[in-house]
Each structure stands twice: as structure tokens, then as C-alpha cells.
């Protein structure tokens, strides 16, 4: 329990990482102004807090207004399961956002590793399609040098890392809701 706090309190203290979490969301609130989609991927509980994030916007975080464009790309089992079999899983989300996406949109990847070797692929396809890219990362990883707008948690610590996502992912949610529907709370 110690950890996750002190690691909480690492990025409480860090005004460029701050800093940046702001640049995610005003890169969300953008996106979605301007009639875009926010993409979201990741592997195991990375998928699971891509879709938790997802879903925070789509349907409602802290008050009730509109639903936002946000889907995370791993929800469909058959396609899943079909691209994986056919081109390998590291194509699943490359080639679904090459399907879903279009220039303006905004890919949120998670990967505690900074290594997933389907979102690094989504990354590169996001790059080639001028979508905007924001990482979810641990202390390293290939992803570093991929994202327009890196949150990456200084640490290699799977568990931490992901209970700081889910806290990063609030805190843009919240931005975003604050930002777009001031004037409904």
C-alpha cells in the first residue's frame, strides 16, 4: 500500500507530468470538438483499463451530459479472434484503427511495459493516419518514442503502474467533462 501511495505522491509532485495529463485532455476535448473519435487499446489489464476509460466517456464519469465518441478496440471478440488467427495478433488493433480511424481522431494506448507489440503496431498505424497518440506507460518501452503526449509512471512495477492509469485515466475524464460541459453540471 505504501508503494502505490508514494508513487501517487511521485506524480502528484511531478508538474511536467501534471502538465502533461492536461495536454491529454485538451488533445481528447479537440478530438471530439471537432467531430473525431477517441481510440483506446491494451493487453490484459491494460484492456481492462482501456475499457474502463472508454466507457468513463462514452456513457457518463461524474455527472450526467451527452456521451462522447470513445470505444476501446479490443470489445469485439469475433473480430478479435478472426484478425488474430489471419494476420497475427499483432495486427488486431493496427488494423482495426485503420478501419475505424481518420485523420483528427486520438489513439490512448496502455502497456505497462511500453512494449505491447500490438499498440506499439496501432501507434505506428495512428502515425501513418495523423491520428494523435497519448501513452499510458511504465518507466520504459518502445512507446516513449512513438506518442505525441507520453504519461509514462516512473516505475516497472505492473500493479502500481496500472492503479496510477486508472487514476491518470480519472483525471482526464474529469478534464474532459469539465472542459466540454461546464455549463451542465
Known sequence: MKASIMLKQQLLNDISFLT??????ALVCCSLTSGG???FCGNGGSAADAQHIAAELSGRFSFDRPP???EALHCNSSYLTAVANDYGYDRIFARLLQGTGKAGDVLVGFSTSGNSANVVQAFEMARQMNIATVALTGAQGNLLSLANILLNVP?????RIQEAHGLIGHIICELVENKLFMNEK
Open 20 to 25: 502533461r495529463i492536461e495536454e491529454a485532455a
Open 37 to 39: 473519435k477517441i481510440h
Open 68 to 70: 462522447l465518441n470513445a
Open 155 to 159: 516505475s516497472t512495477d505492473t500493479p
